[in-house]
């Protein structure tokens, strides 16, 4: 905002409300016309103290106020990152979150004996709205990190995170449980369930007994296995799911095998080839050389950067004066980098849904890089998963992983909450342009092609290079490398001073002519999340009890349109039927059609966001309803499926 003073684009925008301002009360000589609870914005030149602008009469203004469009760009979000392991294990309990308020939901409605367990939903939700809270330790965390208040404050803000992971399993088994005893599956099932609503493939990785194999009941065959690792009874499997019906189930048997899974192959070939990539390895650096899309014929690796793809940095700081609490940004930086390297491949080896390469690296302070590539047969995208170990360290530090993209002058896009922005057209003036929040993926687009990273673990990254304090007034020309900001102990308080042991961090690569958003956001959702499963044994089905679900597979929901997201299938607050959320991820405006084939709607109505009714939806077949969906908007909708529902809250 000063920024915009200084430039005379903006007198003044300063909301007064009868309460406090950055933390501190307002003069108690404040206009007497401020009520509990009033808002008032003032336009005009402001240089004294809050009190002493809200008593100078308000300037005419006339019919025109300019107005700017942009973001502000993060500043406080440099904090994810003090915490590294919590966050991450926060984004998955987000969208795992989800899955479990959806089954939960499913279960309620198949089984109308069933009811949703709301406080233990309402407790997940809350102990992830806690985690999110920005404060994440106390005043002193960074200059005296081992006081009773720094530590007692983190274990406390620890504490939510772990309490809503815990909720989250909880939740996930005991509904799919339930759902479980309405599938006419047999003992000896596994459910894989999708809560997502369009078909998908995904990963599913579970203890099999030795001596078992896993039958997919609608095809009659044999799903082939990657042995992950092997126990005393029990083997670590991993198989590639195929076309899990959208918000539904496939089933599969498990039975005496007739062969053994796929371990690790014993040849370590440098290059991996699919389809779509051919990848080759630089076991140096324990990272990526070269990406060569085969569709496009285009490299995608920068092969005059400095790093390699994938590979991570770990960066300190050598002045010393910036190397104790609250001197960060204050002083002169003096950045080195420190490449990991001494790296080898471990193994490389053919799996049922493509190939897995394993390799090790070493840094700075960080003993061990443990770095897996999954590349896919029949899906255009390469996975990376990072597992480090790193040293605790209280000097100013940071982690990156980068990755240099082929791309001259590139256009940068990122997705935020509902859209996607450009970070160079995007920005109010004054905006930060250090570091950028990213919700799902990062592309960067120029000369015919746009390459993409979804960063899943960690929301930061930098853009071009790493963060220097810098600064910048714009975003300007920059590289076409992104990196993904692991890891900092930079801020000054209320974050981590320090943070050290194992940490995994999950990428995804992708790529394509030009950047789609939705498709984009669409593989977004579906990394961020994974496909549930359900084990049924002898002891899991009810007795003499009718299953009213198919045996093989099923979709609890159908929505035509696959640019939607169905958010959320929840219980209504005032217990009068359930709320469907759905996210615009299309940039059109339609109309959406929702089908329920296993349940009738007997009502339906449009709400706001506080699931207060705003207009009756018509309902067709019994079974089907449709909605307008605009640009990037979240649309809320009760359904009443019950007789004791149809009143719909007072519905208008």
Request: glycine share 8%.
């Amino acid at each position: 905002m000063s920024h915009l003073m200084k430039q005379g684009i903006l007198k003044i925008a300063l909301l007064f409300t009868a309460g406090t301002l950055s933390g501190s009360n307002f003069d108690a000589k404040q206009p007497q016309y401020m009520e509990p609870g009033d808002c008032v914005f003032r336009i005009g030149d402001f240089d004294g103290s809050s009190a002493e602008f809200a008593k100078e009469p308000i300037p005419e203004q006339g019919s025109e106020i300019p107005t700017y469009r942009g973001d502000g760009g993060p500043y406080w979000e440099l904090g994810e990152a003090s915490d590294a392991y919590y966050v991450a294990q926060e984004r998955q309990n987000e969208s795992r979150g989800l899955s479990a308020e959806k089954l939960s939901t499913f279960a309620s409605l198949v089984d109308p004996r069933i009811v949703v367990d709301k406080p233990a939903l309402d407790a997940m939700w809350r102990n992830m709205i806690l985690t999110d809270e920005h404060t994440w330790d106390s005043w002193n965390s960074v200059d005296d990190p081992d006081t009773s208040e720094a530590t007692a404050q983190v274990a406390v803000k620890r504490s939510f995170a772990v309490g809503a992971q815990a909720s989250v399993d909880a939740l996930l088994r005991s509904s799919m449980a339930d759902l479980a005893d309405s599938v006419s599956a047999g003992k000896d099932s596994l459910i894989v369930f999708n809560t997502l609503n369009w078909p998908r493939n995904g990963l599913v990785e579970f203890d099999l007994p030795k001596g078992q194999e896993v039958c997919d009941t609608s095809s009659g065959s044999v799903v082939p296995l990657q042995l992950v690792r092997e126990g005393n009874k029990m083997n670590c499997v991993r198989f590639e799911a195929e076309k899990v019906p959208a918000l539904g189930y496939r089933v599969y048997h498990l039975q005496k095998a007739s062969g053994t899974p796929t371990g690790a192959g014993s040849d370590q070939p440098a290059t991996l080839e699919s389809t779509y990539y051919r990848v080759k390895l630089d076991a140096a650096s324990g990272a990526v050389r070269s990406i060569f899309d085969k569709e496009l014929q285009r490299e995608l690796v920068d092969q005059g950067s400095d790093y390699r793809f994938g590979q991570y940095l770990y960066v300190t700081d050598s002045n010393p004066a910036n190397n104790g609490p609250w001197t960060w940004y204050r002083g002169k930086l003096d950045l080195q980098i420190h490449p990991a390297g001494h790296g080898k491949i471990l193994s490389v080896a053919r799996t049922p849904y493509g190939w897995e390469a394993q390799m090790e690296s070493e840094a700075a302070n960080t003993p061990k890089v443990t770095t897996t590539i999954r590349l896919f047969d029949r899906e255009k995208k390469i996975e990376l998963v990072e597992d480090v170990e790193k040293d605790l360290v209280t000097a100013k530090e940071a982690v990156y992983f980068a990755f240099p993209f082929a791309v001259n002058h590139p256009q940068f896009r990122y997705e935020i909450q509902t859209t996607a922005m450009d970070p160079a057209k995007d920005m109010y003036p004054g905006a930060g342009h250090e570091w950028f929040s990213a919700q799902h993926w990062v592309s960067v687009q120029g000369n015919g092609v746009s390459a993409s990273v979804l960063p899943l673990d960690v929301p930061l990254i930098t853009l071009g290079d790493i963060d220097r304090g810098q600064w910048l007034d714009s975003f300007g020309e920059r590289q076409a490398t992104v990196y993904s900001f692991a890891m900092n102990n930079y801020w000054e308080d209320n974050y981590l001073g320090s943070q050290g042991g194992h940490f995994r961090f999950r990428y995804a690569v992708t790529s394509a002519p030009l950047t789609s958003e939705s498709q984009l956001s669409r593989l977004g959702w579906e990394e961020a999340t994974p496909l549930e499963f359900d084990e049924v044994t002898r002891h899991d089905k009810t007795p003499r009890r009718p299953h009213s679900l198919d045996g093989v597979q099923a979709s609890f929901a159908q929505i035509t349109d696959s640019a939607v997201l169905l958010d959320t299938w929840k219980p209504a607050e005032d217990g009068k039927g359930t709320i469907l959320r759905l996210l615009d991820l299309g940039g059109t405006t339609r109309s959406v059609a929702i089908r329920i084939p296993t349940l009738p709607i007997l009502g339906a109505w449009q709400t706001d966001a506080v699931e207060r009714n705003q207009g009756r939806l018509p309902v067709e077949g019994g079974h089907e309803l449709a909605v307008t969906v605009h640009p990037h908007e979240i649309v809320t909708i009760r359904i009443a499926t019950k007789e004791s529902e149809k009143g719909g809250a007072d519905a208008p």
